[in-house]
């Protein structure tokens, strides 16, 4: 499984910006794909994840009605996209994309992802 994100930079707060996950290789069991993101000092956190057998969702309450994960399937690539809107200063970070498998949702419960794309940083500041 390789994994490219992309689509970070810098926005002011009320801002939007749209990341990007290529997923290659992707295994034909069930399997868990989302975003996390770590903060300067901070512990990595799971942000938005989706199972991939039925497109079923988990966001964190901090980002729930401002962020929203979707998919396209272009076979042999999954591109997962994570479309962040109102953007808040507290939402700078280093924002990776993350694949678990077996796995679903529940990914963003842990950290223990069997494979983790670099990541792009996403930076709110006026």
């Known amino acids: 499984v390789q994994l490219q994100a992309s689509g970070g930079g810098l926005v002011q707060p009320g801002g939007s910006l749209r990341l990007t996950c290529a997923a290659s290789?992707?295994?034909?069991?069930?399997?868990?794909i989302g975003w996390f993101r770590q903060a300067p000092g901070k512990e990595r956190e799971g942000v938005s994840c989706?199972?991939?057998?039925?497109?079923?969702?988990?966001?964190i309450e901090s980002v729930k009605g401002r962020f929203t994960i979707a998919r396209d399937n272009a076979n042999p690539t999954v591109f997962l996209h994570l479309q962040m809107d109102s953007l808040r200063p507290e939402d700078t970070a280093v924002y990776y994309c993350?694949?678990?498998?077996?796995?679903?949702?529940?990914?963003?419960?842990?950290?223990?992802?069997?494979?983790w794309g670099q990541g792009t940083q996403v930076t709110v500041s006026s």
């Open positions: 989706m199972s991939s057998s039925d497109g079923s969702t988990y966001y």
């Open positions: 290789g992707l295994p034909s069991e069930e399997y868990g």
């Open positions: 993350a694949v678990h498998v077996p796995g679903d949702r529940r990914l963003c419960g842990t950290t223990r992802a069997d494979y």
